[in-house]
Nanobody
Framework: QVQLVESGGGLVQPGGSLRLSCAAS????????MAWYRQAPGKQRELVAA???????NYADSVKGRFTCSRDNAKNTLYLQMNSLKPEDTAVYYC????????????????WGQGTQVTVSS
């Protein structure tokens, strides 16, 4: 089994910064794409940022220029640096990883973390 554990959420004032981390552990051969999603109250879960195993990134238009997604493949860890935070960034942030538990798996399995709350408020 694979576990994803997010950390780094909290309460921050508008204009502030937070750095989220997501550590993957368990039976892992390879991790393909990793991503951050978020879900605000009453809204659908949305993609915030994604990163391939090679480091190519993709961002939602609403966070471009403010958020930076990165990963440390040696540590199986995903990061999200969030700057210039706005009240509309308030949400539960979830980590997602496409994992092959064994190298012979034909397709990766999608795993989710439990989420970490980010609240942007004065």
């Amino acid at each position: 089994q694979v576990q994803l554990v997010e950390s780094g959420g909290g309460l921050v004032q508008p204009g502030g910064s937070l750095r989220l981390s997501c550590a993957a552990s368990g039976t892992i051969a390879t991790i393909n794409d990793m991503a951050w999603y978020r879900q605000a109250p009453g809204k659908q879960r949305e993609l915030v940022a994604a990163i391939t195993s090679g480091g190519s990134t993709n961002y939602a238009d609403s966070v471009k220029g403010r958020f930076t997604c990165s990963r440390d493949n040696a540590k199986n860890t995903l990061y999200l640096q969030m700057n210039s935070l706005k009240p509309e960034d308030t949400a539960v942030y979830y980590c997602n990883a496409e994992v092959k538990p064994q190298i012979w798996y034909q397709r990766p399995i999608s795993f989710w973390g439990q989420g970490t709350q980010v609240t942007v408020s004065s």
